[in-house]
């Protein structure tokens, strides 16, 4: 075991897009990164490099040869988010270098936008598993290492606010990423009834469209609304520098909340310079609290009532 004086932070689904950009710039920041999916590579026999971090050529490997080259600290492991023995593997490994980890931020998605009618169950089956599943299973295999930790860490998932506009044409993909704000809200609470004061999980959403490479396809017509991803890091170090009880268990935007810390210039995040991206969540959402919220009733757990029986 190595170990790290450095914040360890693990980014699942750190290829491409949001992901290798959360990664870079938290290593800018000083944190040692671990950089995690399936795609790896011969990043030193690229060539131009780095590549296109949108395209096929950015992998694990390009990221970790990126953040190394620039001064930063990263290790590159493979991970298949649906297979749970690859998550433990994943999370083993990070501690066995780094001796420690603080931050989980949780990229990794499968996408499919379509009505139920022309959602094969093969397809809705891999995000269900990619999307949900694999975020569970992710979160498990990291919380013995936090409960090692004393209980002090955060965790950052991207996944929207809860709407039902966000139904609307693509039920099947909603169904996985808000079950994955669903575990937001219920890990939160989990904490909060606990007295884990000193852990926070995050959900944090673009409010316009990030240039990535699902957005490859339409680029070309609508590039005056997309935003860079740094966007979204700046906006998840934010989350990360700001007290537990200020993001714990909240659903957030990336502008909403960076305009929240004082930040008023987005001009910078959009990839057409002067472009105004125009916003595709909505101003205001739902409160999903109940006036007896606090009333648990009786409490059960599962666990003792099957230890009671044995």
Request: a positive charge.
């Amino acid at each position: 075991m190595a170990g790290s004086d450095k914040q360890v932070a693990l980014i699942v689904g750190a290829s491409r897009g949001i992901g290798r950009q959360v990664a870079i710039d938290l290593a800018k920041n000083g944190y040692a990164v671990v950089v995690s999916a399936k795609s790896t590579s011969d990043a030193y026999a690229l060539k131009p490099f780095p590549p296109d971090p949108n395209s096929p050529q950015s992998t694990i490997s390009t990221v970790e040869r990126e953040i190394r080259e620039a001064g930063g600290e990263a290790t590159a492991i493979t991970v298949d988010t649906r297979d749970y023995a690859s998550v433990q593997r994943m999370v083993g490994q990070t501690v066995s270098i780094y001796g420690r980890l603080d931050v989980l931020i949780y990229n990794s998605g499968a996408i499919w936008w379509s009505s139920v009618e022309n959602t094969p169950m093969k397809r809705f089956q891999l995000m269900q598993r990619v999307n949900v599943e694999g975020l569970y299973g992710t979160i498990q295999a990291t919380l013995p290492y936090f409960k090692r930790n004393e209980w002090k860490g955060r965790i950052v998932v991207v996944s929207p606010p809860i709407y039902s506009r966000f139904f609307r044409g693509k039920t099947a993909y909603a169904m996985g990423k808000v079950g994955m704000s669903v575990l937001t809200k219920g890990l939160a609470m989990d904490w909060e009834r606990e007295g884990k004061s000193n852990m926070a999980i995050t959900s944090i959403w673009p409010a316009t469209a990030i240039q990535s490479a699902a957005t490859k396809s339409v680029e070309h017509e609508n590039v005056k609304d997309l935003r860079k991803p740094t966007i979204c890091s700046d906006a998840i170090l934010a989350m990360l520098r700001a007290p537990v009880s200020q993001v714990n268990g909240c659903l957030e935007l990336d502008e909403d909340f960076l305009r929240e810390t004082g930040v008023t210039d987005f001009d910078k995040y959009s990839i057409i310079l002067g472009a105004k991206p125009r916003r595709i969540m909505p101003a205001e959402f739902p409160d999903l609290t109940v006036k007896e919220q606090d009333d648990e009733g009786k409490r059960m757990d599962s666990t003792k009532l099957r230890a009671s029986r044995m």
